[in-house]
């Protein structure tokens, strides 16, 4: 009776120990995860300020879509973080609350030709760093999300390049 009580405490820890394996992530694939988690609250966040803020009506529109494809690859990132007992981000980190506050400090043509060449370059940083994730990733749902939201973040930066070239970035 001790040796099958024994066994079945060992198979209960190997399970407990098996589940909690197939639940963590590595340090890199965490570090991917909380960057793009605070890259989509700015986007979000900046998408919004330029819908108040812009001059053009094209940077309006891109303000917009930032606004709502951002919010839902937040959204689909917060289900694999949750189901990866991840805790993300809530807030900007200082980097992207100085852009805010920059930005937030300009109107009209002044605020649109900022506001793109912000978005211009950090779409180009955030496509290489979701290329390398979907390749690289060691958790399967991470490096899914990677290349799931990788052909939209590459059209945003297509589209932030020719909403850009109109107000003369």
């Known amino acids: 009776m001790g040796k099958i009580i024994t066994l079945l405490f060992a198979g209960c820890a190997c399970a407990s120990f098996a589940a909690a394996q197939s639940n963590s992530v590595t340090s890199g ?7 793009a988690a605070q890259g989509g609250l700015a986007e979000v966040q900046l998408g919004q300020l330029a819908e108040q803020k812009a001059s053009s009506q094209a940077v309006k529109d891109f303000g917009s879509r930032m606004e709502k494809d951002h919010s839902q690859a937040n959204e689909k990132l917060k289900g ?36 793109m060449r912000a978005m211009i370059q950090d779409h180009n940083q ?34 932030a390049k020719q909403v850009g070239s109109e107000v003369g970035v």
């Open 29 to 35: 694939d965490r570090t991917f995860m909380d960057k």
């Open 80 to 115: 694999v973080a949750s189901a990866k007992d991840v805790t993300l981000p809530d807030s900007l980190d200082a980097k992207d609350k100085a852009l805010y506050n920059r930005l937030s400090g300009l109107s009209g043509q002044a605020f649109d030709k900022a506001y």
């Open 126 to 159: 955030d496509i290489a760093e979701f290329r390398k994730e979907s390749k690289q990733a060691h958790d399967r749902d991470v490096r899914s999300f990677a290349n799931t939201t990788l052909p939209t973040l590459e059209d945003h930066l297509r589209m």
